[in-house]
């Protein structure tokens, strides 16, 4: 009878869909708002309230000395950023023009007085007032908000924080004399901004990564899946596009996850027209994110964002054999993009090379949230942090839970 009922039991184990627990940290940082029943609001505990701008100050002074030491200390240093380089720029076929951009801009970062800059007393008095106005224009936002189910229009529209960062460029270019302060105070003001607001999307994407591979294990009807889905594509509607914000209005119940879809699809086709690259394709690991081997190295691509903005081959996530080279990467980007704005160069040239600088990184990064989560599901703390090492957010620090 005992052998009997053992045998029933392993049989109704493999043979019944069996429900995993969501990690802890899933319970920690997503909170189900509902109202007379019904799901109407997705938050995010891990993202706080209160605006400083000191992490930032702090995160690009180091980086900028730790940059400037190792300028002056190898010989070797442009070299090396070359080499770094070299397979993003090749396949463009100019190689030497668009590395040779980034190599003088770090060049004109060399010598400046980075201490001198922050230290100003206009600079420092400066960035308070930023930091106020910043404050006033957040404390209008509730910044834990995923996904706003009821309101089809509630992140339109939304462009406060920007209109923070047009008033600071007006008033330091009024206050600055000194070209090395004007250019500092306002690369701290549109990189800050940023920051702030791509801290929502790389949450939202964490929890898409959820949504799609941890449905029956969170608890929620699909309507109300596909509704978070909707308010997590309403909130990437650009501020102009009234007729993209009409379309999510008029077909709200099933906006969010057509979008979806239609991204994975692409995403698929970019994969499939791309494997002649690799000599192994691994594991999908969620809807933007699949293991490969490319050249003998072991990477995650990123299905959902090109390398940059001339080539569409899939972005490189993550390096397996060479855990540190995309954070290196970034880093170079993101200081080349300060270094860009004191050449001597006309500015509609900057403004073409600044835009292909930040299509190496910018959305690349933030995809990566999707990256973060299913490395959460998994419990893999060593590389969530690997991730946190590429994203480069110092208002962000929450991440592990």
């Known amino acids: 009878m005992r052998t009997n009922l053992l045998a029933f039991l392993l049989t109704f184990f493999l043979l019944v869909p069996q429900a995993f627990a969501l990690p802890d940290a899933f319970q920690k940082r997503f909170k189900f708002v509902k109202k007379d029943g019904k799901l109407v609001e997705v938050r995010d505990r891990s993202l706080t309230a209160g605006f400083s701008i000191r992490p930032y100050i702090k995160f690009i002074k180091e980086n900028l000395k730790k ?26 076929g100019e190689k030497g023009e668009d590395v040779q951009i980034i190599i003088e801009s770090l060049k004109a970062l060399r010598d400046i007085d980075v201490d001198a800059i922050f230290n100003n ?3 420092k ?64 003001l549109v990189k800050v901004e940023k920051l702030i607001r791509e801290k929502r999307t790389f949450h939202q994407n964490m929890l898409m990564h959820y949504l799609e591979n941890h449905e029956s294990e969170i608890g929620l009807e699909k309507e109300e899946v596909d509704l978070v889905y909707s308010s997590i594509q309403e909130s990437r509607i650009p ?51 699949q293991e490969v081997t490319e050249k003998n190295e072991d990477v995650i691509i990123n299905l959902f964002n090109n390398q940059d903005m001339f080539n569409s081959k899939p972005a490189v996530a993550y390096n397996l054999n060479n855990p540190q080279k995309i954070a290196r990467k970034r880093m170079i980007f993101q200081l080349a993009g300060l270094g860009l704005s004191f050449l001597s160069l006309p500015q509609w040239i900057k403004d073409i090379a600044n835009g292909y600088i930040k299509s190496h990184y910018e959305a690349q990064k933030i995809t990566e949230g999707a990256l973060f989560g299913y490395f959460e599901s998994q419990e893999d703390v060593d590389m969530q942090r690997e991730i946190i090492k590429q994203y480069q957010n110092p208002f962000d620090i929450n991440l592990i839970l």
Do not use: C, H
């Open 239 to 289: 501020w102009y596009a009234f007729w993209e914000s009409n379309l999510a209005k008029q077909s709200w119940d099933k906006y969010g996850i057509n979008k979806f879809y239609a991204n994975v699809r692409v995403a698929n086709t970019r994969l499939r027209s791309n494997r002649g690259r690799y000599s192994r394709s691994g594991k999908r690991l969620n809807y933007a994110f």
């Open 125 to 188: 008095e400066f960035i308070t007032k930023f930091e106020s106005k910043m404050s006033d224009a957040l404390n209008a936002l509730n910044p834990f908000v995923l996904a706003r189910l009821d309101n089809s229009s509630y992140f339109y529209k939304r462009a406060v924080t920007y209109q923070v960062v047009k008033w600071g460029l007006d008033l330091a270019k009024r206050i600055f004399s000194s070209v090395p302060v004007l250019n500092t105070a306002s690369y701290v």
């Open 121 to 123: 007393s206009k600079f």
């Open 67 to 92: 940059e400037q030491a190792l300028m002056n200390s190898k010989s070797d240093y442009f070299e090396e950023v070359e080499l770094l380089l070299e397979e993003d720029f090749k396949a463009n």
